[in-house]
T-cell receptor, first 117, second 112 residues
């Protein structure tokens, strides 16, 4: 296992187009998180899944954003009708609840950098 | 709500000098605390974590951090900076609500 994998690494899209990103977590991890990071800021939580259930969504996640994790393995994040303000790095992370949960660290992927032109 | 404050958006040190990156948290309940490092166009890599087992936490690459409840701080230190330490460092807290709250980050610059 080589860690959390995100595809694509970079995406340039025109305003108004839809984009979809994929995240493959570490195989034995049951929790998966999406974060958004804009320039000069720390990552901000968007949403998280435990297995296939989406348990929490940030108010940052407008109705143009949707995330799925259909079989409790990989996840997709779709942004519809992209806006220039959506330009950011989208980070995926995964963790395991084994051994307690709250103190176990999240492992991050390398991110997908989205540029909306 | 839990928040994390990192003082200093940029810290500059000379190679071989002490590194001190500051982090303060706000919470009535001591959270689980983490330091992550991010290299350009990369994801975040965990340096160390505090989980209440010990107040002085040792991490990778010679970094360590001390949890001080009275000061609500979790500052990151390294005795001797190396050029390869130049990166962005993020302090984060998990209060048990299943997500991390990050500070705004501190960029460490290391000069020869």
């Amino acid at each position: 296992d080589t860690g959390v994998s995100q595809n694509p690494r970079h995406k340039i899209t025109k305003r108004g187009q839809n984009v979809t990103f994929r995240c493959d977590p570490i195989s034995e991890h049951n929790r998966l998180y999406w974060y958004r990071q804009t320039l000069g800021q720390g990552p901000e939580f968007l949403t998280y899944f435990q297995n296939e259930a989406q348990l929490e969504k940030s108010r940052l996640l407008s109705d143009r954003f949707s995330a799925e994790r259909p079989k409790g393995s990989f996840s997709t994040l779709e942004i519809q009708r992209t806006e220039q303000g959506d330009s950011a790095m989208y980070l995926c992370a995964s963790s395991s609840t084994r051994g307690g949960g709250f103190s176990t660290e999240a492992f991050f992927g390398q991110g997908t950098r989205l540029t909306v032109v | 709500a839990q928040s994390v404050t990192q003082l200093g958006s940029h810290v500059s040190v000379s190679e071989g000098a002490l590194v001190l990156l500051r982090c303060n948290y706000s919470s009535s309940v001591p959270p689980y605390l983490f330091w992550y490092v991010q290299y350009p166009n990369q994801g975040l890599q965990l340096l160390l974590k505090y989980t209440s087992a010990a107040t002085l936490v040792k991490g990778i690459n010679g970094f360590e951090a001390e949890f001080k409840k009275s000061e609500t701080s979790f500052h990151l230190t390294k005795p001797s900076a190396h050029m390869s330490d130049a990166a962005e460092y993020f302090c984060a807290a998990n209060t048990g609500f299943q997500k991390l709250v990050f500070g705004t980050g501190t960029r460490l610059l290391v000069s020869p």
